[in-house]
């Protein structure tokens, strides 16, 4: 089965901190993937890519950038870590158009 | 904004079926209906998707009604361990999953 891995499954930050979230899949997958999950709230689309260097917006981008330089990474930075970004950070990733979507199991990440 | 609407909680007995109901009206005629759940604390985890025929597989069947509007996932034997939020998604462009609330199921002993 697919992996997508997720570097921690738990992190704390200091606000101000630049943090780096990164995500690896094993699948050759060209669709990649960042959502945010907080209570209430839902799932949100933070940022995605399609192919190597490339990135598109999702519904909520604001505070965050995306890297994407090797087909199987999708690195999501804070550039800035405010507490507002304390959330569950999920990464996903997908082969082609309407496929599956393979999702990694979170990193919580709490700013303080 | 997410495109379907499902109701917020069900409870299911276990080794029953579960019937979990989706309202999709808006649903353009290439827009496939997939269905998601996620465990708590883990990520979401596909289910089963479909166009408009009736699909089955291992995990559960979907049953689309025939002017697309509406849609039910069935789990057929529900046990303990499908306690989850389950998620209907009309997939938009891209393959983007735009999630709602989904629905709690509770699958009781």
Same mark, same amino acid.
């Given at each position: 089965?697919?992996?997508?891995?997720?570097?921690?499954?738990?992190?704390?930050?200091?606000?101000?901190?630049?943090?780096?979230?990164?995500?690896?899949?094993? /699948?050759?997958?060209?669709?990649?993937?960042?959502?945010?999950?907080?209570?209430?709230?839902?799932?949100?689309?933070?940022?995605?890519?399609?192919?190597?260097? /490339?990135?598109?917006?999702?519904?909520?981008?604001?505070?965050?950038?995306? +890297?994407?330089?090797?087909?199987?990474?999708?690195?999501?930075?804070?550039?800035?870590?405010?507490?507002?970004?304390?959330?569950?950070?999920?990464?996903? +990733? +997908?082969?082609?158009?309407?496929?599956?979507?393979?999702?990694? +199991?979170?990193?919580?990440?709490?700013?303080? | $904004?997410? !495109?379907?609407?499902?109701? @917020?909680?069900? $409870?299911?007995?276990?080794?029953? *079926? *579960?019937?979990? @109901?989706?309202?999709?009206?808006?649903?353009?005629?290439?827009?496939?209906?997939?269905? #998601?759940?996620?465990?708590? %604390?883990?990520? @979401?985890?596909?289910?089963?998707?479909?166009?408009?025929?009736?699909?089955?597989?291992? &995990? *559960?069947?979907?049953?689309?009604?025939? $002017?697309?509007?509406? %849609?039910?996932?069935?789990?057929?034997?529900?046990?303990?361990?499908?306690?989850?939020? #389950?998620?209907?998604?009309? &997939?938009?462009?891209?393959? !983007?999953?735009?999630?709602? *609330?989904?629905?709690?199921?509770?699958? !009781?002993?």
């Amino acid at each position: 089965d697919v992996k997508v891995t997720q570097s921690s499954r738990y992190l704390v930050k200091r606000t101000g901190e630049k943090v780096f979230l990164e995500c690896v899949q094993d /699948m050759d997958h060209e669709n990649m993937f960042w959502y945010r999950q907080d209570p209430g709230l839902g799932l949100r689309l933070i940022y995605f890519s399609y192919d190597v260097k /490339m990135k598109e917006k999702g519904d909520i981008p604001e505070g965050y950038s995306v +890297s994407r330089e090797k087909k199987e990474r999708f690195s999501l930075i804070l550039e800035s870590a405010s507490t507002n970004q304390t959330s569950m950070y999920l990464c996903a +990733s +997908s082969l082609g158009q309407r496929a599956r979507v393979f999702f990694g +199991s979170g990193t919580q990440l709490s700013v303080l | $904004d997410a !495109k379907t609407t499902q109701p @917020p909680s069900m $409870d299911c007995a276990e080794g029953r *079926a *579960a019937n979990l @109901p989706c309202n999709h009206s808006t649903i353009s005629g290439n827009e496939y209906v997939y269905w #998601y759940r996620q465990i708590h %604390s883990q990520g @979401p985890q596909y289910i089963i998707h479909g166009l408009k025929n009736n699909e089955t597989n291992e &995990m *559960a069947s979907l049953i689309i009604t025939e $002017d697309r509007k509406s %849609s039910t996932l069935i789990l057929p034997h529900a046990t303990l361990r499908d306690t989850a939020v #389950y998620y209907c998604i009309v &997939m938009e462009y891209g393959n !983007k999953l735009v999630f709602g *609330a989904g629905t709690i199921l509770r699958v !009781k002993s």
